[in-house]
């Protein structure tokens, strides 16, 4: 079969199966708690804002999307951003170490990690410095909402080849007070403490979160701690019309990152790094109804973020005494962006224009310990300017949906990208949506490429999805999206500075199974694969051409007792990490027990999880093994 032949076979056997006479059991139709299962794994009527920046619902948006609820990360007791999301398909996950808190690269798509656009609230979180997000400061305790774009947003949003990460935070309070509380323990003195607070009225309201995560490392010593505050302001004006919003949070990470101990057989290599990455970030929103179709939607946000990477002394060869400082580098990255959108919303016409301005600023510096000599030294700041137009209109007739989009950015290190995009959705039946989409794509050469290189150009990239979302299938909601991304003007990521070299395309599909519960028992199924192919492929032969990940998940409910448990498994294979040496690729299991129970005022919950219960083995570096099975326990209590 030809190159592309198995996508075509793949769509010739999905619209036959759309497109068939319904059986007599399906006529009938599903029991009504089967219908209201089914309406609660995929509420179609949802608003989404990442495809075009304005809430739309799931059922009009063509792009392969996912959307992760605050219910739902709760239910895993989750430790991380990394940890939810590499649960779901399309994301691929590689960690460095799967410790409590740590590095947490991520990639949409088998795509690379600068590739993927992080947003929280808005805020822009792409570091100047390495060009992706630092997922792994933000608290999962603030979040309200997750939103995954797979594959290029460029027509929205700019520079997001691989795709979007959209984190919506908790609302304000808006009647009776809720607080929620929350502590868990566990091996290595790892633990996992939040408490927040909403409460208000129609015209004021409050969010307020703060959280300690720390562990004294669960692995070769890999201590890491993250404290954490967050709080939101919502104001309702007089005139009924006009709602601002302000938000603002600081996140302090650190933690052990490497320990180079006789690694790749070099004998006294005496290193440890140590990582700190201290983040502040805030947003101030004014949405104003200018009519009953239309709105305005003003924003400023700003992100800043100290990145260090300390190496000291293990204290057991020529570094010195333990802890001794031997080298240091560090990244002041700042960012501030403002924009503005106005909102049409019509019977069977939704449409979008909205501008944005930004402005990034970074400075490096290093210094050295005694071991080297004591000596540091500062670059001279440099600054970025960035301005983007855009705008996307959403039509409906019958069951087909229409959304044409078009972006235009200027970068002042860069050249200049025009960003169109169309996508259809078909409600082909009441159980049968198809999505296709095209769309063309960029990644923006971030400031300490384009210092390296001052004549790096964007990635550019096409990309062609198509998909089905079906209960053909009785008791099984199941999801395909077949995707591929031809990118031109690719970074050639093995040379110093990066150039652009040549092309590269990524082909593959995503599926995502979830069954209906029955007796309390439900399963829940993803699996991700992509090729890569192109001349960085060819020329390294570095067998970095094939990634796949899969999840498996089973989970058990008895409403009455409030008794739950899960069973998920998470494996991965990323040819792109597998160039080091020593790898292992082996599923990981977590096991989950907790017990919901009534209090006078509210609700609680006990719980234990069981981390690697088999302890199995995947990481892709021999300096970042990951722990064998690990426990925690803990409750919870909502008022």
């Known amino acids: 079969m030809g190159k592309t032949g198995w996508y075509r076979a793949w769509l010739a056997l999905l619209l036959l199966l759309a497109t068939r006479p319904a059986t007599g059991a399906e006529k009938a139709g599903m029991l009504p708690e089967e219908e209201a299962l089914f309406a609660l794994m995929i509420d179609q009527e949802q608003l989404v804002e990442v495809a075009t920046r304005a809430p739309k619902p799931l059922s009009q948006i063509a792009e392969n999307v996912t959307v992760i609820t605050a219910e739902q990360i709760a239910a895993m007791h989750a430790h991380s951003l990394g940890e939810v999301l590499s649960r779901q398909a399309g994301g691929f996950l590689s960690f460095s170490g799967r410790e409590i808190i740590g590095d947490e690269p991520l990639r949409l798509l088998g795509t690379r990690r600068h590739h993927t656009l992080v947003l929280l609230d808005g805020v822009r979180l792409n570091l100047s410095s390495v060009g992706y997000s630092l997922i792994n400061f933000i608290p999962l305790g603030i979040i309200k909402r997750i939103e995954i774009i797979k594959g290029p947003a460029s027509s929205a949003w700019g520079s997001s080849l691989g795709g979007v990460v959209n984190i919506l935070t908790k609302e304000t309070g808006s009647g009776a007070p809720t607080a929620g509380i929350s502590a868990s323990y566990g091996e290595a003195a790892s633990r996992d403490l939040a408490a927040d607070l909403a409460l208000g009225n129609e015209r004021i309201g409050a969010f307020i979160y703060g959280g300690n995560i720390s562990s004294d490392g669960l692995k070769n010593e890999r201590y890491s701690e993250r404290d954490a505050l967050f709080g939101k302001l919502r104001l309702a004006l007089p005139n009924d019309t006009t709602t601002i919003t302000a938000a603002a949070g600081s996140s302090d990470l650190s933690f052990k990152a490497l320990d180079w101990r006789d690694a790749w057989d070099i004998a006294n290599l005496d290193v440890y790094e140590e990582i700190a990455s201290d983040n502040l970030w805030a947003t101030l929103y004014l949405d104003h109804r200018l009519s009953d179709r239309f709105g305005l939607h003003l924003a400023f946000q700003h992100y800043q973020n100290d990145f260090s990477q300390d190496d000291r002394s293990l204290g057991s060869g020529s570094g010195g005494p333990k802890g001794d400082f031997i080298y240091l580098q560090k990244w002041e990255d700042r960012s501030s962006t403002v924009s503005g959108r106005l909102s049409y919303n019509?019977?069977?016409?939704?449409?979008?224009?909205?501008?944005?301005?930004?402005?990034?600023?970074?400075?490096?510096?290093?210094?050295?310990?005694?071991?080297?000599?004591?000596?540091?030294?500062?670059?001279?700041?440099?600054s970025e300017e960035r301005r983007g137009v855009y705008a996307n209109v959403t039509w409906l007739h019958g069951p087909l949906t229409i959304t044409p989009g078009?972006?235009?950015?200027?970068?002042?290190?860069?050249?200049?990208?025009?960003?169109?995009?169309?996508?259809?959705?078909?409600?082909?039946?009441?159980?049968?949506?198809?999505?296709?989409?095209?769309?063309?794509?960029?990644?923006?050469?971030?400031?300490?490429?384009?210092?390296?290189?001052?004549?790096?150009?964007?990635?550019?990239?096409?990309?062609?999805?198509?998909?089905?979302?079906?209960?053909?299938?009785?008791?099984?909601l199941s999801k395909l999206t077949l995707f591929h991304l031809d990118i031109d003007q690719v970074w050639n990521d093995f040379g110093s500075p990066i150039i652009n070299d040549g092309k590269a395309r990524w082909n593959g599909f995503e599926l995502d199974l979830k069954s209906i519960e029955y007796k309390g028992l439900s399963l829940a199924a993803n699996f991700t694969w992509a090729k890569e192919e192109g001349k960085m492929v060819e020329d390294e032969g570095n067998g970095r051409d094939e990634a796949y990940s899969a999840n498996l998940i089973f989970a058990y409910l008895h409403r009455e007792s409030g008794i739950r448990g899960e069973l998920a498994g998470n494996y991965l294979w990323f040819n792109y990490d597998m160039i080091v040496e020593e790898p292992a690729s082996g599923m990981l299991w977590d096991l989950t027990l907790s017990r919901e129970f009534p209090l006078a005022l509210g609700r609680g919950e006990l719980f234990v999880k069981a981390r690697n219960i088999f302890n199995g083995n995947q990481f892709w570096d021999i300096d970042y093994p990951n722990p064998g099975r690990w426990l925690m326990a803990g409750a919870s209590f909502r008022f």
């Open 406 to 476: 078009l972006r235009y950015d200027f970068h002042a290190n860069s050249d200049e990208v025009v960003s169109p995009s169309l996508g259809l959705t078909w409600q082909l039946r009441d159980d049968t949506l198809l999505r296709a989409s095209a769309a063309r794509g960029f990644s923006a050469p971030f400031l300490a490429r384009s210092e390296d290189n001052p004549d790096l150009q964007p990635e550019l990239i096409w990309a062609y999805q198509a998909g089905i979302e079906t209960r053909l299938i009785p008791c099984l």
């Open 346 to 382: 019509g019977d069977t016409l939704a449409a979008n224009l909205g501008a944005e301005s930004s402005r990034s600023k970074l400075r490096a510096s290093t210094a050295s310990g005694v071991f080297f000599g004591p000596t540091s030294s500062a670059d001279d700041p440099l």
